[in-house]
């Protein structure tokens, strides 16, 4: 019965992993067992990668929402009718929040499914033979759900501690710093049996480096977690990924590669990358769009947008809503992501290249030309009061700041519905648009850890009362960052306010500055459109409804 059991799991496991849409009208017969598959490391490749592409489906959408929009880094606004969508945009922006949001319900279930994935993957690959393959394999596995589990711990604090496949024990919670520990144990127990190579043959997947930057980054943040500080450990992990290959296999990119870092052609030849989400606009679920939601909706043509083209016309004989024809293809972008000026505020270097990826300000096509865009005088301004509203009006687009109050007023979310409300807000294009994809997925692969937060989260650790160690000091590791990101002279002194800064600009757009800010004690600030709350609980999300309806064993999160 076992046997028969152990099979049947596999079997199942092997129907997800193989599946198609052509309906058999035969009786499976199958010789791929426990005991002859997977054999080779191509077949345990094949039998894990569901998790891997299970990965992607979110990260830059759910999870950027509730990393980013709960912070001061991003706003998704409303215009009138337009991306309401009940209000979660808005009440991430606003702390105001419940149990009920969409997004937190979705990470909830996001994050749960990958774990169970990973429990029925380990269960399966533990039954094959031993051997080197089936220890890498499982180190890899383990190390994903580490993964895993850390952003469910990082979300929603103590959660429960399900790692047997099979089991319908419904599970309390376990403390936030339980599940710390098992985190740190389960790392610690897979680095020996992970590859330490980088490059295309580990690129996607976790090596030794990865675990150790995802315990350096457990250990920053192990005060806010479980109330005990591990500088000392951060520093080590820090360490452990500095000095991989002798030191050479990590390195920083220079200014004139940085953005390289983050276009659609980007991989596995960036040495800056440790951790990588692979992304493909040809895959079912390859949901890397953030051109959809940062790009002006007017900017469709000069980023190529969703298969945009100018076709045939020289740039200054465009007017946007007007040209059409003689190939002219204008798909346009959504557009309603921003930043605050709060966030905006960080990037106050005008020799730092990392403020090349805003757009702001009056915008030209390549040539130099302006962008001009028509409409009328009320599609223009919604408040015109002046004779001819119908009358035609032709404007150079011209991206501003968002401000606090909203042009509705105080306390409004709604920035208006006509074009000054569409160009409202700086808007970010460190993920370049991809320039080949026919549709709004984009090629990009989107980083989770890369060198420089390493160096920068060594800085901290040292700033924070961490022994330093290499020779390295706060000081000069920033300066390390910065020797290569802006040709302003180097700092001769560091603050932790100075350190929020350079993350801020450093690590924009990629999840991490909801995970700064709580860190630095700035989460509870005052930003963007009118928020205000103050509630200190929100540093972490509400078990949503559908979990505690799911497993009564659940206890809420306290505030909610």
């Known amino acids: 019965m076992k046997k028969t059991i152990n099979r049947l799991a596999f079997l199942a496991l092997l129907a997800g992993v193989f599946s198609s849409c052509h309906k058999v009208e035969v009786d499976v017969v199958s010789e791929l067992t426990p005991e002859t598959f997977p054999k080779t490391e191509a077949q345990y490749n094949a039998v894990m990668g569901p998790i891997y592409t299970t990965l992607r489906g979110a990260y830059t959408t759910d999870i950027f929402f509730l990393q980013s929009q709960s912070t001061d880094e991003s706003a998704l606004l409303t215009y009138g009718s337009d991306w309401v969508d009940g209000n979660r945009y808005k009440d991430l922006h606003l702390h105001t ?9 979705g990470m909830w279930g996001f994050w749960t499914n990958l ?22 394999s499982l180190a890899e596995l383990r190390t994903m759900r580490a993964f895993f589990y850390f952003n469910l711990m990082d979300l929603y604090g103590g ?6 496949y099979g089991s319908t024990e419904l599970k309390a919670r376990a403390t936030r710093t339980e599940v710390f520990n098992f985190v740190e144990s389960e790392l610690k127990a897979a680095i020996p049996f992970l590859k330490t190579v980088s490059g295309s ?9 990865m675990a150790y930057a995802l315990l350096a980054k457990m250990y920053l943040n192990a005060q806010v977690y479980t109330g005990t500080a591990k500088f000392n450990e951060c520093i080590a992990a820090c360490d452990s990924v500095m000095n991989a290959g002798g030191g050479t296999q990590y390195a920083l990119e220079s200014r004139s590669t940085y953005f390289n870092m983050f276009g659609p052609t980007n991989g596995p030849s960036f040495k800056e990358f440790v951790f990588a989400i692979p992304f493909d606009p040809a895959t079912s679920n390859g949901w890397m769009f953030f051109a959809r939601y940062d790009l002006n909706r007017n900017l469709g043509i000069k980023y190529r947008y969703s298969a945009s083209t100018p076709g045939s016309y020289s ?8 040209t059409t024809g003689n190939g002219l293809v204008n798909n346009r972008p959504s557009g309603p992501r921003c930043t605050t000026n709060e966030f905006y505020a960080h990037f106050n270097d005008p020799n730092d290249i990392r403020n090349n990826q805003w757009l702001t300000g009056l915008q030209y096509w390549p040539d130099g030309s302006p962008i001009m865009v028509r409409t009328t005088n ?6 015109y009061t002046g004779g001819s509203p119908g009358a035609a009006y032709t404007y150079q687009l011209n991206i501003s700041p968002l401000g606090n109050v909203s042009r509705l007023g105080a306390g409004s979310y709604d920035v208006g519905r006509d074009e000054l409300a569409w160009n409202t807000g700086y808007r970010n294009n460190k993920f370049l648009p991809d320039p080949n994809s026919i549709t709004r997925n984009q090629n990009n692969d989107f980083p989770v850890f890369r060198l420089s937060d390493i160096i920068l989260m060594k800085a901290e650790a040292i700033l924070r009362g961490g022994t330093a160690t290499m020779g390295h000091t706060a000081l000069s590791l920033v300066n390390m960052v910065r020797a290569v990101r802006t040709t302003t002279a180097a700092w ?25 800010m709580i860190r630095f004690g700035k989460y509870e600030n005052t930003w963007g459109l009118g928020k205000t709350n103050t509630d200190t609980y929100r540093r972490v999300f509400p078990i949503p409804t559908s979990a505690i309806a799911t497993n009564p064993n659940l206890a809420q999160n306290q505030g909610y």
């Not at 043959?201 to 480096?209: A, I």
């Not at 009320?378 to 408040?383: A, I, S, T, V």
């Open 492 to 516: 001769t002194s560091v603050t932790l306010d100075d350190l929020y800064s350079e993350r801020s600009r450093e690590m924009s757009w990629e999840c991490w500055h909801r995970n700064d």
């Open 315 to 322: 740039y200054n004989q465009i007017t946007l809503n007007l």
């Open 97 to 105: 929040w419940t149990k009920d949001h969409p997004n937190v319900g």
């Open 201 to 209: 043959v580990t690129y996607g997947k976790p090596t030794r480096y």
């Open 159 to 164: 959660v429960p501690l399900d790692t047997v």
């Open 378 to 383: 009320l599609g223009y301004d919604q408040f």
């Open 115 to 136: 774990i169970g994935m990973a429990n029925q993957t380990i269960y399966i690959v533990g039954k094959s033979d031993e051997g080197a393959v089936k220890n890498t």
